[in-house]
């Protein structure tokens, strides 16, 4: 099936310890994102990629790094640097068709710390 | 930064009931998206809109996008309880994936049977 998977589902992080969220997508999508969800909030864009080995800070890159080596991934680490890291991390790709674009999301992975 | 605004912020319904919902903006956008999020999940595409004025369904829920370009509306009919989650609109003001998505703060739906 295709579709944007997210792993772990779960993950906790010691303090000073950096941690990697996966993102894997099967859907040829070039465009991948990252975004962060805090309770009864909307989601907030950390970083984006347009394709392969390029991407940009979103609107809250601080204490988080990304890479882009190959179309179908896009990991993110939380570093030792962000303080507040508890929250659900959503990744999305982007679909263009003849009419628009849509974002479409995986599953998330809920991040806390010990 | 852009803003979008969700109204309600949240609802409860009795089952059966129509539910209607709007997300507006003080800029223009050329794109609006409709989520639906359950708890621990993703959010899920119910519908996407991208001409002024356009009007979709899907299945029991309807979407439209305002003539203004700054608001659209979400409506469900016949309400059943697995309609309750968040439901999120979100806009793009271009028509490139360097446009980013804009995200509306969401409206909680909850369905009483």
């Known amino acids: 099936d295709g579709g944007i998977t997210q792993s772990p589902k779960y993950l906790f992080r010691k303090e000073g310890q950096n941690v990697t969220l996966s993102c894997e997508q099967n859907?040829?999508?070039?465009?991948m994102y990252w975004y962060r969800q805090d309770p009864g909030q909307g989601l907030r864009l950390i970083y984006y990629?347009?394709?392969?080995?390029?991407?940009q800070k979103g609107d809250i890159a601080e204490g988080y790094s990304v890479s882009r080596e190959k179309k179908e991934s896009f990991p993110l680490t939380v570093t030792s640097a962000q303080k507040n890291p508890t929250a659900f991390y959503l990744c999305?790709?982007?679909?263009?068709?003849?009419?628009?674009?849509?974002?479409?999301f995986g599953s998330g992975t809920q991040l806390s710390v010990l | 930064g852009q803003q979008l605004n969700q109204s309600p912020q949240s609802m409860f319904i009795q089952e059966g009931e129509d539910v209607s919902m709007n997300c507006t903006s003080s800029s223009i956008f050329n794109t609006w998206l409709w989520y639906k999020q359950e708890p621990g999940e993703g959010p899920v595409l119910l519908i996407a809109?991208?001409?002024?004025?356009e009007l979709t369904s899907n299945g029991r829920l309807t979407a439209q996008f305002g003539i203004t370009r700054k608001d659209s509306f979400l409506n469900i009919s016949a309400s059943i309880p697995s309609d309750v989650g968040i439901y999120f609109c979100?806009?793009?003001?271009?028509?490139?994936?360097?446009?980013?998505?804009?995200f509306g703060p969401g409206t909680s739906l909850s369905v009483i049977p």
């Open positions: 979100a806009g793009q003001q271009g028509k490139t994936s360097y446009d980013k998505v804009i």
């Open positions: 809109l991208y001409k002024a004025g």
């Open positions: 999305a790709s982007r679909w263009r068709g003849t009419g628009g674009e849509k974002l479409f």
């Open positions: 990629s347009q394709i392969v080995n390029d991407f």
């Open positions: 859907l040829n999508h070039d465009a």
